[in-house]
């Protein structure tokens, strides 16, 4: 499934509210067998756990690890829980890149750990982004397709919900080349087309916005087989939530 950074507000409070990535907000009895959207994390996580317990270190482990622990974290309410998760993937990363440090799915996942610690440590947070930033560059320098180009789509998001300097790394000219550029990457994917939308109906320039949201239309019916099964039920319910708002928005129909 598609990951995304939680968005920021402010360095007093680092909130969840998009994505997405997968926003877990849609918590709820979601798997085929019924149990819930959190049953499946937390079986995911235990799974991956217990394979990367038997050779810490290795990346081809680490990062399942990292991705389960960002994936649950995102889901849970509690903030030392969240912060505990988020260590140990963020850890599992680092431990694994002192050995390969061109691990992109390694340098992927840590910057994702980052953010949900920077969500629960706010006074650590200027920090903690500019790590996340290095990361993603690294990631998006040795495999900008990985995670459907999340590392573009991840920096996009960064750039255009931080401050800009000084206190942040904030900036409109670089989260616009890195959303476009994550829609050249991976253009069959619908978070980064809707993200791209987003970014265009914030800045009023819904003409392009319009045309951006038929491109999304074209790609639903494919997205909707390739991306199916429990794993994507969650983002699904995202994704149409954000959909019919952007409907709303531009007064388009899928």
């Not at 974290?73 to 599992?92: H, I, N, Q, W, Y």
């Not at 931080?162 to 900036?171: E, M, Q, T």
Request: include cysteine; charged fraction near 20%; aromatic fraction near 8%.
């Amino acid at each position: 499934m598609t990951r995304a950074l939680p968005r920021f507000w402010g360095w007093s409070q680092l909130q969840h509210s998009l994505v997405c990535w997968v926003l877990l907000g849609f918590l709820g009895s979601l798997g085929v067998l019924g149990e819930s959207e959190q049953q499946r994390l937390s079986r995911v996580y235990e799974q991956v756990r217990s394979e990367y317990l038997k050779s810490p270190g290795r990346p081809a482990l680490a990062w399942p690890l990292a991705r389960a622990c960002f994936d649950r974290a995102e889901g849970l309410t509690s903030r030392p829980v969240r912060s505990a998760l988020a260590k140990e993937g963020a850890e599992a990363c680092r431990l694994a890149l002192k050995e390969s440090p061109a691990d992109a799915a390694c340098l992927y996942y840590l910057g994702l750990n980052l953010g949900v610690l920077a969500q629960t440590q706010p006074l650590r947070a200027l920090g903690l982004v500019r790590e996340m930033e290095t990361q993603w560059q690294a990631c998006q320098l040795l495999d900008p397709g990985f995670d459907h180009a999340g590392a573009d789509r991840s920096l996009g998001m960064l750039y255009e919900q931080c401050p800009s300097a000084p206190l942040g790394v904030g900036s409109r000219s670089k989260a616009r080349f890195h959303l476009a550029r994550a829609v050249q990457l991976a253009p069959d994917h619908p978070e980064n087309r809707i993200l791209w939308i987003e970014f265009l109906v914030q800045r009023n320039e819904n003409a392009a916005a319009v045309e951006e949201f038929k491109s999304l239309k074209g790609i639903l019916p494919d997205a909707r087989i390739r991306l199916s099964g429990s794993d994507w039920e969650a983002t699904w319910k995202t994704w149409e939530a954000r959909m019919t708002a952007l409907q709303s928005r531009l007064g388009v129909h899928l």
